[in-house]
């Protein structure tokens, strides 16, 4: 079924998942720093530990870093300096593939394949790795009804799907391969209001039944306050705070009250 668009599927395989699965448990940032060959310093000696199984959501102004902090966990983006270990294991030590396969990743540009029915879309990994036709299957079942989707989108194209539905099945192709991390960046911010709290939601949901543990990138306070276990604050490439969202509204840090009070959170850099 994947003739039209394989070798597409492949690509996306490869860049985000890599070819098995393996046990990747949480993630350590030791003192990491990302400087371009221009001399640009976008992240400056970040120092931060990922639990299993939490939302951690990294918030900032636009230049902060935060994308750019995501995207070395996976090599999208490879940091210069200090270390990123997986699992107790440095990232440097993995063959690309491996370190991505257990990384789903899901973006503000959700890129389903358009010939392909919701199923389809959902099954691409797991078809790709050979998984039984009947535990894809299962697998597919199982998503659909944890996120709340009708079994009769199944057969549905992505063009016959509102933007939320859509957004919805991109999650559940990046948890289809059951990777123990997702890579989040601002994955709802193109959405509406109610679509977005109404996703914000499922991934809430989502991780209560799963257990995954979650890297969410955002600019909106309100959601960071809404999904996070915890949450980074950065500014500047550095980290300002990292605490629950309890702890973040109680900081007295200029910076911190500034932040938090504008809603979402859009300040200049």
Known sequence: MFNKVEKRAKYYLNFHFGNSRGGIRLIEFRDVSKRYEDGTL???DLSLTVEKGEIFVL???????????????????????????????????????ELRRNIGYVLQQIALFPHLTVEENISVVPELLKW???????RVTELMKIAGLDPKLRSKKP??????????????????????????????????????????????????????????????????????????LMRDGELM???????????????????????RGELDA
Do not use: W
């Open 241 to 263: 705070l990292v605490g629950t969202p309890e702890e973040i509204l109680a900081s007295e840090d200029p910076f911190v009250l500034e932040f938090t009070q504008r809603g």
């Open 132 to 138: 039984k036709k009947e535990r894809t299957k299962d």
């Open 59 to 97: 918030i900032g102004p636009s230049g902060c870093g935060k994308t750019t902090t995501m995207k070395m966990v996976n090599r999208l983006i490879d940091h210069t300096d200090g270390k990123i270990l997986i699992d107790g294991k440095e990232i440097y030590q993995f063959d690309i593939f």
């Open 42 to 44: 976008a992240v400056k």
């Open 159 to 232: 063009a016959e799907l509102s933007g939320g539905q859509q957004q919805r099945v991109g999650v559940l192709r990046a948890l289809a391969a059951d990777p123990d991390v997702i890579l989040m960046d601002e994955p709802f911010s193109a959405l509406d209001p109610i679509s977005r709290g109404q996703l914000q939601d499922d991934i809430k949901r989502l991780n209560d039944e799963l257990g995954k543990t979650i890297l969410f990138v955002t600019h909106d306070m309100q959601e960071a306050m809404k999904l996070g276990d915890r949450i980074a």
